[in-house]
């Protein structure tokens, strides 16, 4: 059995995240840390195995993440620019304390290789005019984890917020009409939740070739990158 860390359990996708790794028994520890953490009316009756934590992503020396000896590392933890307050803010907590809390969970033993596997946005891109895309792809090439995965999905169907964006309702009747014809526009969370566990458990080495995974990256910071149309396969199988 493996142990798992989760960062950003209550976000839309971590928060189903949560629940597939602690239902699943390939996993002997979970340990959910955070700027918050799930409630305990919210968690599911099989959570002997979960290990909570509030840190401060300001200090991250404090919060002891490598200490867990994490096998695999997910992160589903980001926010949104209106959440954040300024295109500044957006940045340090998609990008630098997804980059910070990464390197904070490694561990100095070489003998104990370690997996991340981090959820990014659709067609990431870091000359994307826009903020999301582009931060995504910033975060994605300085994680240095011997073995990454990046899953990079279309809209997140189904996706559980406090407040709703207008385009993102717009976003979902698109997505969800041209998903009759594609498979790369749009996801239902739970699958996605499902396909990045599945993920974590078998490596890059292991994924299914017809999840049609793909070399990317650059020297020295290579990943493996999963798109939507592979993550509805695995989250599926």
Same mark, same amino acid.
């Given at each position: $059995?493996? =142990?798992?860390?989760?960062?950003?359990?209550?976000? /839309?996708?971590?928060?189903?995240?949560?629940?597939?790794?602690?239902?699943?028994?390939?996993?002997?520890?979970?340990?959910?840390?955070?700027?918050?953490?799930?409630?305990? %009316?919210? !968690?599911?009756?099989?959570?002997?195995?979960?290990?909570?934590?509030?840190?401060?992503?300001? +200090?991250?020396?404090?919060?002891? !993440?490598?200490?867990?000896?994490?096998?695999?590392? &997910?992160?589903?933890?980001?926010?949104?620019?209106?959440?954040?307050?300024?295109?500044?803010?957006?940045?340090?907590?998609?990008?630098?304390?997804?980059?910070?809390?990464?390197?904070?969970?490694?561990?100095?033993? #070489?003998?104990?290789?370690?997996?991340?596997?981090?959820? @990014?946005?659709?067609?990431?891109?870091?000359?994307?005019?826009?903020?999301?895309?582009?931060? /995504?792809?910033?975060? *994605?090439?300085?994680?240095?984890?011997?073995? =990454?995965?990046? &899953?990079?999905?279309?809209?997140?169907?189904?996706?559980?917020?406090?407040?709703?964006? &207008?385009?993102? *309702?717009?976003?979902?009747?698109?997505?969800?009409?041209?998903?009759?014809?594609? @498979?790369?526009?749009?996801?239902?969370? #739970?699958?996605?939740?499902?396909?990045? $566990?599945?993920?974590?458990? !078998?490596? @890059?080495?292991?994924?299914?070739? %017809?999840?049609?995974? *793909?070399?990317?990256?650059?020297?020295?910071?290579? &990943?493996?990158?999963?798109? +939507?149309?592979? %993550?509805?396969?695995?989250?599926?199988?």
């Amino acid at each position: $059995m493996s =142990t798992a860390l989760i960062l950003g359990a209550t976000g /839309a996708t971590g928060r189903f995240l949560l629940r597939e790794l602690l239902a699943n028994d390939q996993w002997s520890k979970v340990g959910e840390y955070g700027r918050r953490v799930t409630p305990e %009316a919210d !968690l599911p009756q099989n959570r002997g195995k979960l290990e909570q934590k509030t840190i401060n992503f300001e +200090n991250l020396e404090a919060a002891g !993440l490598k200490d867990g000896r994490w096998d695999v590392v &997910f992160v589903t933890l980001g926010t949104t620019r209106a959440n954040a307050g300024s295109a500044e803010m957006f940045e340090k907590i998609d990008r630098e304390y997804v980059v910070n809390a990464c390197k904070a969970a490694k561990t100095d033993d #070489p003998e104990h290789p370690q997996r991340v596997v981090y959820l @990014s946005s659709g067609g990431a891109n870091p000359s994307s005019y826009f903020l999301y895309p582009r931060y /995504a792809n910033i975060t *994605t090439h300085v994680l240095g984890y011997a073995d =990454t995965i990046v &899953f990079r999905p279309g809209f997140l169907k189904g996706a559980q917020r406090a407040n709703k964006r &207008f385009t993102e *309702t717009i976003a979902g009747y698109v997505t969800g009409a041209a998903s009759h014809f594609t @498979s790369s526009v749009e996801i239902h969370v #739970p699958v996605l939740a499902n396909a990045m $566990m599945k993920a974590g458990i !078998l490596g @890059s080495s292991g994924l299914p070739p %017809a999840v049609g995974a *793909t070399k990317a990256g650059q020297e020295d910071a290579w &990943f493996t990158l999963i798109d +939507n149309k592979g %993550a509805l396969v695995l989250g599926q199988e």
